[in-house]
C-alpha cells in the first residue's frame, strides 16, 4: 500500500508564476490536510479538505492560495502570482476518515518549493 | 492560546544517554498530543501519542509524560541511538474529529556515536 505521494518533491518558480501541488492520498484515506514548514519552524496547518469539500481553510492565506479534492484524482494545493515568501516545503496528510481515537494522520515527504 | 511551545531547540546526546524534549501548551481545549520524527527530506511521521487521561505512554525506548496541571508534555528517549538523530516536533489537538494539529517549533536531536 503506497503511503501518501506528493509531487513534484522540488518546485522552482519565478516570482509571479502558479505553483501547483499535487497531493495524492493513502489509498481508501478521503480526507486531506495541508501544512507548511518554514525553515527552521514547525508545521503550520492550512487547509482540510473532503472529496469535493473544503473543511476547514482557516489557515490558508486570504489570497493567492487556493485548494482544491476533486471526486477523481489528486488534491491540488494552487499559489498563483508565487513571491519570495511562500519558500517553503508544503506537506499532505491524508486519513480515512474524521479524526477518532485509534487512527492517525499520515504525512507525504513534502513539496520544497523555492521561489527566485 | 494556540501556541505549543517546544524546547530546547537542539540537543546533542551522547549515544547510550537520554534525550528528553519539552513541550508546553494554554489551551486547555487540547485532548490529543503526538509526536512526530522527522528526517532530512522526509515527511514527519508519527512516533508516540498521548490523551490527558494518562500520565505517562511508553513505547520501546520512547516515553511521554504527561503533567495535566502544569499543561506540559515531554518525550524521553532511552538508550539514544545515531539512528534517533532527526528533528522531533511535539503537536496538539483538540478532538473535533480532525488532524488540524498545532506543531512546535520542532528540536533538532544529534546523537554521537
Known amino acids: 500500500n503506497a503511503g501518501v505521494m506528493q509531487n513534484p518533491r522540488h518546485l522552482v518558480r519565478r516570482r509571479g508564476q502558479e505553483a501547483r501541488l499535487r497531493c495524492s492520498p493513502m489509498?481508501?484515506?478521503?480526507?486531506v490536510y495541508w501544512y507548511r514548514q518554514l525553515p527552521e519552524e514547525g508545521l503550520k496547518f492550512m487547509v482540510y479538505?473532503?472529496?469535493?469539500?473544503?473543511?476547514?481553510e482557516s489557515g490558508m492565506p486570504k489570497e493567492r492560495f487556493s485548494a482544491e479534492f476533486p471526486k477523481e484524482g489528486p488534491s491540488i494545493l494552487r499559489i498563483q502570482q508565487v513571491v519570495r515568501g511562500d519558500s517553503a516545503a508544503y506537506f499532505c496528510?491524508?486519513?480515512?476518515?474524521?479524526?477518532?481515537?485509534?487512527?492517525?494522520?499520515?504525512f507525504g515527504q513534502g513539496t520544497r518549493l523555492t521561489v527566485v | 492560546q494556540q501556541q505549543v511551545k517546544q524546547s530546547p531547540q537542539s540537543l546533542i546526546v551522547q549515544k547510550g544517554g537520554i534525550s528528553i524534549i519539552n513541550c508546553a501548551y494554554e489551551?486547555?481545549?487540547?485532548?490529543?498530543f503526538p509526536w512526530y520524527q522527522q528526517f532530512p527530506g522526509k515527511g514527519p511521521a508519527l512516533l508516540i501519542a498521548?490523551?490527558?487521561?494518562?500520565s505517562e505512554k511508553k513505547e520501546g525506548r520512547f516515553t511521554i509524560s504527561f503533567n495535566k496541571s502544569a499543561k506540559q508534555f515531554s518525550l524521553h528517549i532511552m538508550d539514544s541511538q545515531p539512528g534517533d538523530s532527526a528533528t522531533y516536533f511535539c503537536?496538539?489537538?483538540?478532538?473535533?474529529?480532525?488532524?488540524?494539529?498545532?506543531f512546535g517549533t520542532g528540536t533538532r536531536l544529534k546523537v554521537l556515536a
Open positions: 498521548i490523551r490527558p487521561d494518562v
Open positions: 496528510a491524508s486519513s480515512p476518515r474524521q479524526g477518532a481515537r485509534d487512527t492517525e494522520a499520515f
Open positions: 479538505l473532503q472529496k469535493e469539500n473544503i473543511i476547514d
Open positions: 503537536a496538539a489537538s483538540h478532538y473535533s474529529g480532525t488532524y488540524k494539529y498545532i
Open positions: 489551551n486547555t481545549a487540547f485532548d490529543y
Open positions: 489509498k481508501g484515506h478521503s480526507h
